[in-house]
């Protein structure tokens, strides 16, 4: 399950939500939130068995290009995380991974990650059991505010839609600490930029195109919304589904040189009535988090006018619930871009958990309390109500409405 029991602040409680494994567990206990970090450090720095990660040696199958699009279909999981299915080695090995704009990294568990809780109750790949897999022989070492990863680098064709792409680095994790505890999700794809971290070796993504699997250099994600009749959720690579969305694109240039990160003009409710962040905003749109973050003062605000009240603090973030009765009385969010209106419905911006309402606004100062993070992040609530294409070739996002049943 991806929530525990939903408890009080005070009490000592594991989770509330699980939220992203960027940012600090949102609603925790404070044993989680004053999680050991030397021990998490030292578990993730020990020797890793790279013996035990022999190379097989096979011929190779040529990847089969021309593809004009790659259609993905994702899983949702109560409205907060999206994932989809693909293959790895040869044979193939069918794993769970979240396709994450915010990292160019990919890697997924090792059968070798056995030690915990976390490794053995997910899905593990078998290096020996691949025809075309290749050890690379560097470690790494990932840390997440909840948790962490190490392994080494490896090389192996990974399956995407059907589409195979050969020679693939990605991070093969022989220690798992708490990522993605209690969600059937065995890995990571990065879709963000640069090279993968440590190994100097393209993505998932630019290998396709380097490749010639696919020939435009774009995808494009629509989440849906649960139990509610709608159509599924759908990663597109090299295109978009014209069928997934209403209106025309909004495009905005993309501000940084390495993230999915745009000038925005304001935030707003009521038509224009009410603004926040109003002399313009930096966002960037995260795939793999469950929260819209923005900075303390223009949340804490907006969350006062939907009639939310502060729920818990951890550290520097803030989270913030909301009476149910109300819920279908709220307006539209509203981000202007370019000096367009993206909407943000009440159905996407409000998730409901045990019988209880929770805004996924959540306010950010730095982590001394001292002046607010400047930065929006825009996860998969935004995501939901907002078809979000990233658009590589170009180095621009563009947005249209989200076409839903309900």
């Not at 160019?104 to 915990?116: D, E, G, H, M, V």
């Not at 070492?141 to 839609?161: H, I, M, P, Q």
């Not at 309390?369 to 563009?398: A, C, H, V």
Request: net charge neutral.
């Amino acid at each position: 399950m991806l929530y525990n029991d939903l408890p009080c602040p005070s009490e000592n409680a594991r989770y509330v939500f699980r939220f992203s494994n960027r940012f600090p567990v949102s609603i925790a206990n404070r044993a989680r939130a004053d999680f050991d970090r030397r021990q998490l450090q030292q578990r993730l720095h020990a020797p890793v068995p790279l013996h035990d990660l022999s190379r097989q040696e096979s011929d190779r199958k040529h990847v089969k290009a021309e593809a004009p699009t790659i259609d993905i279909e994702l899983q949702n999981i109560n409205d907060t995380i999206y994932y989809g299915s693909i293959t790895v080695g040869t044979p193939g090995q069918q794993l769970n991974v979240v396709f994450d704009t915010a990292s160019s990294a990919t890697w997924i568990l090792s059968k070798f990650c056995r030690s915990n809780p976390y490794c053995l109750m997910h899905r593990k790949y078998s290096n020996a059991s691949s025809t075309t897999f290749k050890n690379k022989l560097i470690s790494f070492a990932f840390e997440y505010s909840n948790g962490g990863l190490s392994g080494v680098w490896v090389e192996d064709n990974v399956s995407v839609g059907g589409l195979i792409v050969e020679h693939q680095t990605f991070g093969l994790a022989t220690t798992n600490i708490g990522v993605y505890e209690n969600v059937d999700i065995d890995g990571r794809i990065g879709l963000g930029f640069g090279n993968i971290f440590g190994a100097k070796e393209p993505n998932l993504f630019d290998n396709m195109l380097q490749q010639g699997a696919l020939k435009n250099p774009v995808f494009s994600f629509y989440f849906n919304r649960k139990d509610s009749g709608d159509r599924s959720s759908h990663l597109t690579l090299g295109g978009t589904n014209p069928d997934l969305y209403t209106g025309d694109f909004i495009f905005v240039d993309l501000t940084a040189p390495n993230r999915w990160q745009f000038q925005g003009d304001r935030v707003q409710l009521n038509g224009g009535k009410v603004f926040f962040s109003k002399y313009g905003f930096q966002a960037a749109v995260e795939s793999d988090n469950e929260l819209i973050v923005g900075p303390y003062e223009d949340v804490s605000a907006l969350n006062t006018r939907l009639g939310a009240t502060l729920f818990f603090q951890n550290g520097y973030l803030y989270l913030y619930q909301i009476n149910c009765d109300v819920v279908d009385t709220l307006p539209d969010v509203e981000f202007i871009v370019n000096g367009k209106r993206l909407a943000l419905s009440r159905k996407d911006y409000v998730v409901k958990i045990n019988g209880r309402c929770f805004s996924t606004f959540a306010g950010k100062r730095d982590p001394t309390g001292n002046r607010e993070e400047p930065l929006w992040i825009l996860g998969t609530p935004f995501m939901r109500s907002i078809y979000t294409q990233f658009d590589k070739g170009n180095r621009r996002i563009g947005f249209a409405q989200a076409k839903h049943k309900t």
